[in-house]
Structure formats: structure tokens, C-alpha cells
């Protein structure tokens, strides 16, 4: 079996989302176009944490592959120090040019949902594929804190 390469966004260049009620990137990857050949299993894990939180306000989640949701964290009572995260597994099927795919989702104090299995997906892969998370407070408070602390994205051609 061929190794897999693995993807990690640098600590720095993962963001947080403060008094906002706006979707906000909190890390991309970009796989290069002709990167993926086919098949390929792909992994994704995004961890992300509340440091600092305001009372009731809510937190949601999302993972996307261009405009397309693959993943979302439904809004939750974050509290302090709350981790929330995604795993989306998956295969890039060949024949179709498409993304079959489970998404895990959960967060701190409740238990990981079955996985979902996700409509496919097109994926092109003479084309660039932008995978992205974002965050979304319900109220902008500067209190309200969410950092993305993890964005991993595993490759691995199916011999």
C-alpha cells in the first residue's frame, strides 16, 4: 500500500472567530490540481476550541469542500474550553469523478453522532479543491472566542 501524505495547516495560519455573527474561515487547504489521482481515501479532522465564551451564545462548525458542506458542528452552548470537532473519511471514486464520504461530528459534554453519509460530492481532480472550516458565533460578543486549534487532511491512493 502506497504511503499517504498528509496535509497539516501550520499552527499560525489557523485563525479565530471573536465578536462576530459572520461565517469566518478559520483554515483552508487547497489541494493543487493533478495532486489526486484516482482512487484515492482522503481524511479529514478539524479540532476547534472555545477559550473564552459569553453566557448562552452559541457555536457552530462547518467543513467544506469548495461551497459544498461536507461536515457541520450543529450550533451549540459553548462554554469555556469547550473542543468541538469533524472527521470526514472518504473515497474519490475513479470512474464518476466523485467524493462518496462519512462525516463523524462532535463536541465536548455530548456523544459523537453515527456518521452521516454524505451525497456525493464532484471532484475534479484536474482542477485545484479548496477544502475549508469555518466558525459562526449566534451573537458578537468580544468574549465569544473559537480558535481552530486542528486542520489535517490525509491522502491515500487505494492500491
Known sequence: ?????????????????????????????????????????????????????DSTDTFALKLKLGSTVLSTVVAFDAANNDVCFITFEGQIDSVAEVLHGVAFDGRTGAAVANPEPVADIAFDCDAAQVLTVTGQWSVAAAANVATLKVFAVELQPVD
Open 1 to 53: 500500500m502506497a504511503k499517504p501524505s498528509i496535509i497539516r495547516v501550520p499552527t499560525a495560519a489557523l485563525a479565530s472567530v471573536t465578536n462576530s455573527t459572520a461565517e469566518t474561515t478559520l483554515g483552508t487547504v487547497t489541494l493543487p490540481a493533478y495532486s489526486v489521482k484516482y482512487p484515492h481515501r482522503i481524511r479529514i479532522q478539524a479540532v476547534c476550541k472555545t477559550p473564552e465564551t
